[in-house]
């Protein structure tokens, strides 16, 4: 079965100091993930994949992604923070055997502090 | 803009109502999705539909019926409202293939329903 945890409920990082929102993954097959970003009363946008290929990928608005098959993990970072960050991260999985379900994590609150 | 629409965005309902939050999109997506979006459990999949005619469920399905008679269109009605469905729902939509794996879903904004 398919399945994404986000052990963080909330992560909270000064504006301009690095950033990380982590993600471990379960699926069976090759893993197909996702970082979808929410900004407050919107929905989910999408912000980087990882199909295949290097392991670091990058994504929308200065976000990368590291993917870890050994720790299964897909962890989000992004160099500097900005306060506009702030938000509400979700990881996903694509179903293997059943391409239309995505799994979602419970999601993770960003606050940049200035 | 080419998107997903979802109507209304905020709706009050008693306990036993029924009602039909729209979903819609111009994009010629064949797949389509409810999801449900409640405070730490992230978004559970309701239904979904990978074409017209043809729907199925996702996790939480109970007390929701969904029809899928266009491609643009993917209504999911409530049939007597509860307030354990209070919640923000989602419409989301994708095209197949090639198309999810290099873009994923595109979301609709929400429907914020709470059921009193």
């Known amino acids: 079965a398919q399945s994404v945890a986000q052990p963080e409920d909330q992560v909270n990082v000064a504006e301009g100091n690095p950033l990380t929102v982590k993600c471990t993954y379960s699926?069976?097959?090759?893993?197909?993930l996702f970082w979808y970003v929410q900004y407050p009363n919107r929905g989910l946008q999408f912000l980087l994949k990882y199909i295949t290929g290097d392991n670091l990928v990058k994504g929308s608005y200065g976000f990368e992604a590291e993917f870890n098959k050994s720790q299964t993990s897909f962890h989000l970072k992004k160099p500097s923070a900005l306060v506009s960050d702030s938000a509400l991260y979700f990881c996903?999985?694509?179903?293997?055997?059943?391409?239309?379900?995505?799994?979602f994590g419970s999601g993770t609150k960003l606050n940049v502090k200035p | 803009n080419a998107g997903v629409t979802q109507t209304p965005k905020f709706q009050v309902l008693k306990t036993g109502q029924s009602m039909t939050l729209q979903c819609a999109q111009d994009?010629?997506?064949?797949?389509m999705s409810w999801y449900r979006q409640d405070p730490g459990m992230g978004l559970r999949l309701i239904h979904y539909s990978v074409g017209a005619g043809i729907t199925d469920q996702g996790e939480v399905p109970n007390g929701y019926n969904v029809s899928r008679s266009t491609t643009e269109d993917f209504p999911l009605r409530l049939l007597s409202a509860a307030p354990s469905q209070t919640s923000v729902y989602f419409c989301a939509s994708s095209s197949p293939g090639q198309g999810s794996l290099n873009y994923g879903y595109t979301f609709g904004s929400g429907t914020r329903l709470t059921v009193v």
């Open positions: 699926v069976s097959g090759n893993p197909y």
């Open positions: 994009m010629n997506h064949e797949y």
């Open positions: 996903a999985v694509r179903g293997t055997y059943n391409f239309n379900k995505f799994y």
